[in-house]
């Protein structure tokens, strides 16, 4: 059962820009996360962390995607989005959005994946 929805991915050439969003759905629609981020996996590489943004707006970035990307995060939706501006092929992936509930045992949620392909 998809739980978090996403949007926004695509081909774009190399230089261009493109805007991921995600909202939670079902049953977790109304759920009060302590984070929400978003994940990439690259063909034949592990998922890695891209960025996330807590409840309290504070940001955490992948040291590749630092100044280039940035997450923002509406609460009273519940939704989160990343900007991509100055795409490099290396960012192709798929892009998964998360989902944190709790701090000492925490519940993921993720999403299903939008696919991301920067190319000429």
């Known amino acids: 059962q998809v739980q978090l929805v996403e949007s926004g991915g695509g081909l774009v050439q190399p230089g261009g820009s493109l805007r991921l969003s995600c909202a939670p759905s079902?049953?977790?629609?109304?759920?009060?996360?302590?984070?929400m981020g978003w994940y990439r996996q690259a063909p034949g590489k592990e998922r890695e962390l891209v960025a996330t943004?807590?409840?309290?707006?504070?940001?955490t970035y992948a040291d590749s995607v630092k100044g280039r990307f940035t997450i923002s995060r509406d609460n009273a939706k519940n939704t989160v989005n990343l900007q991509m501006n100055s795409l490099k092929p290396d960012d192709t992936a798929v892009y998964y959005c998360n989902a944190r509930k709790g701090l000492l045992n925490p519940t993921f949620y993720w999403g299903q994946g939008t696919q991301v392909t920067v190319s000429s």
């Open positions: 079902g049953s977790i629609f109304s759920i009060n996360f302590n984070s």
């Open positions: 943004i807590a409840t309290g707006g504070i940001t």
